[in-house]
């Protein structure tokens, strides 16, 4: 079945970077788009980035734009998230999504000094 | 960019009707997906194109749509429906999600 699990999260500082990774496995990685959305705690869902099929094509939330770069490789199965510039309000739980269809049980990132 | 509205919390008693709207102009040209999400969880699609069921969900969840919004619908709700609903859309490979709806099931 899809399985989808996230790494990377932690506490870091303001100003500071992350990199955020995705392993996917039961399904056909290089068949499907992917996404990564967040959920600050006690908030709702956001949605953060789009990465097509071949990893050509990306889209960003305005929240995340220039500060965020979405990529994959496929060979690897893996999705990534690279994060820098980090802000307080940049703090939740990070989901990786197989298209918007199935998630992971996300990673917790904490930005705080 | 787009903006899609729920009710920030629905309550019904076990057994009857619950009805969940999400509203925005985006709805009319693209279908929605419907989240169920319960504490310390992942979300988990309960429909999609509007209407559709993946398998696993009951069929006590339906979906519809009218012009701008959208319902989900859960007929003759059971406690373990209780979760947060959160509906969402895509346009142009740029998705939005509604603020989601507290549904309680008492």
């Known amino acids: 079945q899809v399985r989808l699990v996230e790494s990377g999260g932690g506490l870091v500082k303001p100003g500071g970077s992350l990199r955020l990774s995705c392993a996917a496995s039961?399904?056909?990685?290089?068949?499907?788009?992917m996404i990564w959305i967040r959920q600050a705690p006690g908030k709702g869902l956001e949605w953060l980035s789009y990465?097509?099929?071949?990893?050509?094509?990306?889209k960003y939330a305005e929240s995340v734009k220039g500060r965020f770069t979405i990529s994959r490789d496929n060979a690897k199965e893996s999705l990534y998230l690279q994060m820098n510039s980090l802000r307080a309000e940049d703090t939740g739980i990070y989901f990786c999504?197989?298209?918007?269809?199935?998630w992971g049980q996300g990673t917790l990132v904490t930005v705080s000094s | 960019s787009y903006e899609l509205i729920q009710p920030s919390s629905v309550s019904v008693s076990p057994g009857q009707t619950a009805q969940i709207t999400c509203s925005g102009d985006?709805?009319?040209?693209?279908?929605a997906r419907w989240f169920q999400q319960r504490p310390g969880q992942a979300p988990v699609l309960v429909m999609f194109r509007g209407s559709e069921r993946p398998s696993g969900i009951p069929d006590r969840f339906s979906g519809s749509s009218s012009g701008t919004t959208v319902t989900l619908t859960i007929s003759g709700a059971q406690v373990e429906d209780e979760a947060d609903y959160y509906c969402y859309s895509a346009s142009d490979n740029a998705g939005v999600f509604g603020g989601g709806t507290k549904l309680t099931v008492l």
């Open positions: 039961g399904f056909s990685f290089s068949d499907y788009y």
């Open positions: 990465i097509n099929y071949s990893g050509d094509n990306t």
């Open positions: 985006i709805l009319t040209k693209k279908f």
């Open positions: 999504g197989r298209g918007a269809d199935s």
